[in-house]
């Protein structure tokens, strides 16, 4: 996008693409401002309905990394008219419109297009108070670092596709996908939040440099700190990565400064794809522990994993 031309311009925009942030932020009046992003991806579990109940939420995920509140959705899919049975994607919308219904989306309609790659997800809209938006370009020096919800479900769904998951770790993964984000964006409304990023396909260290980056902070992370999903170190051994885990690596590897100290495989998993993953969030070290108590009653393996501190060489130190 770099070689694109400048737009003019706006006041009213309050978060664009500049700071690789969530989601865009649009103000409409001093107290009101809408929230809109996109995503959507390929199957990373077998069954369709699921797939598309974990596709909604990452999509909504955004919103609420936002601590926005999340409205309207337009569904993006991607289906081949030959060769597979249609009621799959009946599944699949299925799954997805029950999410939206459960947490209070309408869906508006959508569009698809016949592909041999199968890939579904939503375009969201959500409202959120202007002054109470949460940033990549939030985060201070000082504060603590907070991830609602474990990592690994990359290499998880890369053992799915070659069948070297056990099932009760494909179960716990799936769990953590569809644990939404509704009730982390009322805690940051909550506690006044001011940085957050939700945990996606650029892996846990690669969101952190993006708030690094745009908070011009070095972010210290305890890598033993980090909450793991069941099953991930180990199949991070066993050579079940996604092609995610090289790109992230190329991309921000020269800005993470590693202890030698750190595991190969946690480290794998921490450069690992992450689908529908937690919200990473930085707050004052004195509202940390309180915002921590809230953030347990409905994310058990919530975690304080690090610390921003004064920018040195490296936008990320993992210890």
């Known amino acids: 996008m770099s070689g694109l031309p400048k737009q003019p311009f ?69 289906f081949p008219k030959k060769g597979l049975d249609p009621n799959i994607l009946t599944q699949i919308m299925r799954g997805g419109l029950e999410v939206l219904t459960a947490q209070g989306v309408t869906l508006l309609g959508g569009h698809s297009v016949d592909n041999e790659q199968i890939m579904f997800g939503y375009a969201v809209t959500g409202l959120i ?3 109470k938006v949460a940033k990549n370009s939030g985060a201070r020096i000082g504060d603590v670092l907070i991830l609602t919800k474990p990592i690994g479900t990359g290499v998880i769904s890369t053992a799915i596709k070659f069948g070297k998951a056990r099932e009760e770790i494909v179960a ?17 409304r909550d506690f006044e939040v001011r940085a957050a990023t939700d945990v996606t396909g650029f892996s846990l260290l690669g969101h952190a440099w993006e708030m690094a980056s745009a908070s011009n902070v070095t972010l210290e992370i305890q890598a033993q700190a980090v909450p793991i999903l069941e099953g991930a170190l180990e199949l991070a051994g066993a050579g079940m990565l ?4 090289k790109t992230n690596r190329e991309y921000v590897g ?66």
Request: net charge negative.
């Open 10 to 78: 706006d006041p009213n925009l309050i978060v664009g693409f500049d700071t690789a942030d969530d989601a865009g932020v649009y103000r409409l009046r001093d107290d009101l401002a809408l929230v809109q992003t996109v995503d959507f991806f390929t199957p990373i579990v077998d069954d369709p309905y699921e797939y598309g109940r974990i596709a909604a939420l990452n999509s909504i995920n955004d919103v609420w990394a936002m601590a926005g509140t999340p409205l309207t959705a337009l569904a993006i899919t991607c």
């Open 129 to 131: 108070d202007p002054a």
């Open 254 to 319: 020269a800005k993470v400064e590693v202890s030698g100290s750190v595991d190969p495989n946690l480290l794998r998993v921490l450069f690992d794809p992450q689908t529908a993953g937690g919200i990473l969030m930085a707050i004052a070290a004195e509202r940390a522990e309180s915002l921590v108590s809230k953030l347990k009653q409905s994310y058990p393996r919530v975690a304080i994993i690090g610390r921003a501190v004064e920018p040195g060489p490296h936008s990320i130190v993992l210890r």
């Open 172 to 188: 716990g993964s799936v769990a953590t996908m569809l644990t939404t984000g509704k009730q982390a964006a009322e805690a940051m």
């Open 242 to 245: 996604t092609s995610g885990d």
